[in-house]
C-alpha cells in the first residue's frame, strides 16, 4: 500500500473507534481477561515446575541408591536366594573400579537411637557414612558450622551433623554448634547443622529428622561392619547407565552372583526420575497452556463477532464507497487494523495485570507454609511471554481478516437494496 493509503486507512480506523468506544472498551476488557488468565496459569505451571525440580535435587543429583538383597538366580554352581551382604571396605573396592561415578558412599543406620541434650531426649536415626556424603546428599551446613570431614572419618573422631528439624526438636532455642550430646550415652561433638531444602525425595525419611555421624565411629560404637546401603553419583546424568552396568559388574564379581540378576542389582535411580517427573511437568504445563489458550480463544470469537457486526451495520457504507472508487486496501485496512489493536490493546493491559499480580504473590511468604513451599511462586519467563504474544497476534490478525475479506466482497449494486 501506498503512503496515501495508509494515511486513509489510519483516519477510517480512528474514525470507527471514536464511533464504538463502549463496544471496543468491552472488547479490550474481554482479550485482557483472557491474557491475565493464560499467563497466570502458565506462570503457576512454571512456579510448579521450577519447585518440583528443586525438590527433586533436594537429595541430590545424579545419584543412585542401592540396598542389599538376596540372589535369585543360580550363578558358577552356587544356588540362589544367597544373600548379598556388603561391608564397609567394599567402598574402596568400588570407587577403583568405578569410573563413571564421581563418588560413592557407604550407609550404616541406626533407626532407634537416643540422642539426648540437658533434659531433651530424643529417639530417632542416627547413619554413619562417609565425608563425601554432605556433597553427594546435598547436607550442607548453616553458617557457624561444618559437615563432617576426612579427618573425622579417619580418625573416628565423635562428632555428628544434625538436620535442621532434629536440631530444633533437641536443642530448642538453644544454637547447637560447638555443644556437646549424647547418642546412646555416647558423648558426640556438635559441628554443625543442615541448611532448610526442600525434599521431593527420600528413602530414609526426611534428611531434616536425622543424624550423620563419621561411619568408623559408627562401626566402631555399634559394632557393625554391614552396610545398610551403598550410594553413588555419576558424572553426568549420560553417565548414570555406564556407572549402574559398572557397579553391578563389580560388586558381582566380589560375591559371586549374576550381574544381570535384577533382584540383587535393583536400584533406585534418581536420574529416570527425573526424566518421568520432566516428561510430567510437560504434560501439566501442556494442559495449563490449552486451557488459557482456550480462555483467550473465547475472547478473539468475541472480537471476531463485534467486527462482523460491524461490517453488517457498515454495509451500505462500504458499497457507496466502494462505488465512489475506493480502492479494497481502504476498506480492509479499518478492520484488520481495528481487529488487531483492540487485541493489542486487551493484550498489554492483560499483561500488566498479571506481572503486578505475580509481583504481590512473590512477595508472600511461603517458609513455615507447606502447600505453599510445595506449589512454589508464579514465575513468567520469556517462553510464556512469547507464547502469549504469538497466540495474542494470531487472534487479532484472524479477527481482523474474516470480517475485512466479506468488506471486500461486497457488491455496490446489492448493498442499495440491503436493509
Known amino acids: 500500500?501506498?503512503?496515501?493509503?495508509?494515511?486513509?486507512?489510519?483516519?477510517?480506523?480512528?474514525?470507527?473507534?471514536?464511533?464504538?468506544?463502549?463496544?471496543?472498551?468491552?472488547?479490550?476488557?474481554?482479550?485482557?481477561?483472557?491474557?491475565?488468565?493464560?499467563?497466570?496459569?502458565?506462570?503457576?505451571?512454571?512456579?510448579?515446575?521450577?519447585?518440583?525440580?528443586?525438590?527433586?535435587?533436594?537429595?541430590?543429583?545424579?545419584?543412585?541408591?542401592?540396598?542389599?538383597?538376596?540372589?535369585?538366580?543360580?550363578?558358577q554352581g552356587l544356588p540362589e536366594g544367597r544373600p548379598i551382604r556388603p561391608r564397609m571396605d567394599d567402598i574402596e573396592y568400588l570407587r577403583g573400579r568405578m569410573t563413571a561415578a564421581s563418588g560413592v558412599i557407604g550407609e550404616m543406620t541406626s533407626w532407634s537411637s537416643s540422642m539426648t541434650y540437658g533434659q531433651t531426649t530424643i529417639t530417632g536415626r542416627v547413619t554413619g557414612a562417609n565425608w563425601e556424603y554432605g556433597e553427594i546428599r546435598h547436607h550442607f551446613p548453616q553458617a557457624g558450622g561444618r559437615f563432617i570431614n576426612a579427618n573425622d572419618e579417619r580418625d573416628k573422631r565423635r562428632v555428628i551433623f544434625l538436620g535442621d528439624a532434629l536440631a530444633e526438636d533437641i536443642f530448642g532455642e538453644v544454637k547447637p554448634v560447638g555443644k556437646t550430646m549424647f547418642v546412646d550415652r555416647v558423648p558426640y561433638l556438635v559441628v554443625g547443622v543442615m541448611q532448610h531444602k526442600m525434599q521431593m525425595g527420600t528413602y530414609k525419611g526426611p534428611d531434616e529428622n536425622g543424624a550423620i555421624i563419621p561411619i568408623t565411629t559408627f562401626s566402631a560404637q555399634?559394632?557393625?561392619?554391614?552396610?545398610?546401603?551403598?550410594?553413588?553419583?555419576?558424572?553426568?546424568?549420560?553417565?548414570?547407565?555406564?556407572?549402574r552396568q559398572q557397579f553391578n559388574e563389580s560388586?558381582?564379581?566380589?560375591?559371586?552372583?549374576?550381574?544381570?540378576?535384577?533382584?540383587?542389582?535393583?536400584?533406585?535411580?534418581?536420574?529416570?526420575?527425573?526424566?518421568?517427573?520432566?516428561?510430567?511437568?510437560?504434560?501439566?504445563?501442556?494442559?495449563?497452556?490449552?486451557?488459557?489458550?482456550?480462555?483467550?480463544?473465547?475472547g478473539g470469537i468475541g472480537v471476531a463477532n463485534i467486527m462482523y457486526a460491524v461490517v453488517k451495520e457498515k454495509t451500505r457504507e462500504i458499497g457507496v464507497q466502494m462505488a465512489l472508487g475506493a480502492r479494497r486496501g481502504w476498506v480492509t485496512g479499518p478492520f484488520v487494523l481495528q481487529g488487531?489493536?483492540?487485541?493489542?490493546?486487551?493484550?498489554?493491559?492483560?499483561?500488566?495485570?498479571?506481572?503486578?499480580?505475580?509481583?504481590?504473590?512473590?512477595?508472600?511468604?511461603?517458609?513455615?507454609?507447606?502447600?505453599?513451599?510445595?506449589?512454589?511462586?508464579?514465575?513468567?519467563?520469556?517462553?510464556?511471554?512469547?507464547?502469549?504474544?504469538?497466540?495474542?497476534?494470531?487472534?487479532?490478525i484472524l479477527a481482523g481478516y474474516f470480517p475485512a475479506r466479506r468488506a471486500a466482497t461486497v457488491d455496490p449494486a446489492e448493498t442499495l437494496r440491503y436493509e
Do not use: C
Not at 464511533?19 to 482479550?31: D, E, G, S, W, Y
Not at 515446575?49 to 541408591?65: D, F, P, S, T, W
Not at 555399634?222 to 556407572?243: C, H, S
Open 222 to 243: 555399634f559394632g557393625q561392619q554391614r552396610l545398610t546401603n551403598i550410594v553413588f553419583k555419576a558424572r553426568t546424568a549420560e553417565d548414570m547407565p555406564l556407572a
Open 1 to 75: 500500500m501506498r503512503l496515501l493509503d495508509w494515511r486513509v486507512v489510519g483516519q477510517l480506523f480512528l474514525k470507527a473507534s471514536s464511533l464504538q468506544r463502549k463496544r471496543a472498551t468491552l472488547t479490550v476488557a474481554a482479550i485482557a481477561w483472557g491474557t491475565v488468565a493464560i499467563i497466570m496459569l502458565l506462570s503457576f505451571g512454571e512456579g510448579l515446575k521450577i519447585q518440583l525440580m528443586k525438590g527433586r535435587r533436594g537429595m541430590g543429583e545424579n545419584i543412585a541408591v542401592w540396598w542389599p538383597d538376596e540372589t535369585s538366580k543360580v550363578w
Open 340 to 396: 488487531l489493536s483492540y487485541t493489542l490493546v486487551g493484550g498489554v493491559l492483560g499483561l500488566v495485570i498479571a506481572m503486578i499480580l505475580i509481583i504481590l504473590l512473590g512477595l508472600m511468604p511461603v517458609e513455615g507454609n507447606q502447600a505453599l513451599e510445595f506449589l512454589g511462586k508464579p514465575t513468567l519467563s520469556w517462553q510464556i511471554a512469547v507464547a502469549t504474544a504469538g497466540i495474542l497476534g494470531g487472534i487479532g
Open 251 to 298: 560388586l558381582a564379581a566380589k560375591y559371586r552372583f549374576d550381574p544381570t540378576d535384577e533382584q540383587v542389582t535393583g536400584l533406585w535411580d534418581t536420574v529416570e526420575g527425573a526424566k518421568v517427573m520432566g516428561n510430567i511437568m510437560i504434560g501439566l504445563q501442556g494442559f495449563l497452556g490449552i486451557i488459557g489458550a482456550l480462555t483467550l480463544f473465547i
